[in-house]
């Protein structure tokens, strides 16, 4: 089955403790990215990759960083988050041609820190 | 510049009725338009998209209509079910561009039983 797989599906963490959210996807896309989903703000755009160690800034990149060292994953890396980071994060993947418009998302991971 | 506003922010509708969420945007360069359909506790599935050389896009119950004169363009949900309850996101890219999909800020649709 075609999936874009994120974990973990909730996480409750302190500001300040560094956290690895991972994102996996088995369709050999391309281009994947990162987005975070807040009430009234809808998706904003945090990162993206277009290829392997190929990355580049979205909307809203500070406080986050990301790699693509492989081509099926695209992990979203917080390295002192804080309580503003308190979101909803979808990671999504298509294929270059595609230009990251017809997206597969993840179930999301629902992100609390205190 | 970048901007897709979206409108209503919320949708309430009786079963069997038609259900419209309007899109406008000012960057011309757009050049392609999906719409993504979101259930609670899921993330965001595409359901229809569009390009500007056409005005009209039918799939089922679901059309978008566009204007490209005035940069809008609008989903509409024939015969509305309970199961059409989620949220609707309109967007907008460039292909060849900045590689960003640019989303409105979401309409939550309700129908009625």
């Known amino acids: 089955e075609a999936q874009v797989t994120q974990n973990p599906r909730y996480l409750i963490t302190v500001t300040g403790k560094k956290l690895t959210v991972t994102c996996s996807q088995n369709?050999?896309?391309?281009?994947m990215s990162w987005y975070r989903q807040d009430p009234g703000l809808g998706l904003r755009q945090i990162y993206y990759?277009?290829?392997?160690?190929?990355?580049d800034k979205g909307d809203v990149p500070e406080g986050y960083k990301v790699s693509r060292k492989e081509k099926r994953n695209f992990p979203l890396i917080l390295e002192s988050p804080s309580p503003n980071q308190t979101s909803l994060y979808f990671c999504?993947?298509?294929?270059?041609?595609?230009?990251?418009?017809?997206?597969?998302f993840g179930q999301g991971t629902r992100l609390t820190v205190v | 510049q970048q901007q897709v506003k979206q409108s209503p922010q919320s949708l309430i509708v009786q079963k069997g009725g038609i259900s419209i969420i309007n899109c406008a945007y000012e960057?011309?360069?757009?050049?392609?338009f999906p719409w993504y359909q979101q259930f609670p506790g899921k993330g965001p599935a595409l359901l229809i998209a569009?390009?500007?050389?056409?005005s009209e896009k039918k799939e089922g119950r679901f059309t978008i209509s566009f204007n490209k004169s005035a940069k809008q363009f609008s989903l509409h949900i024939m015969d509305s079910q309970p199961g059409d309850s989620a949220t609707y996101f309109c967007?907008?890219?460039?292909?060849?561009?900045?590689?960003?999909?640019?989303f409105g800020k979401g309409t939550k649709l309700t129908v009625n039983p």
């Open positions: 990759s277009m290829n392997v160690e190929v990355t």
């Open positions: 369709m050999n896309h391309e281009y």
């Open positions: 999504a993947s298509s294929f270059l041609y595609r230009r990251g418009a017809e997206a597969f």
């Open positions: 569009i390009r500007p050389d056409v």
């Open positions: 960057n011309t360069a757009f050049d392609y």
């Open positions: 967007a907008a890219s460039i292909r060849g561009g900045s590689e960003k999909l640019v």
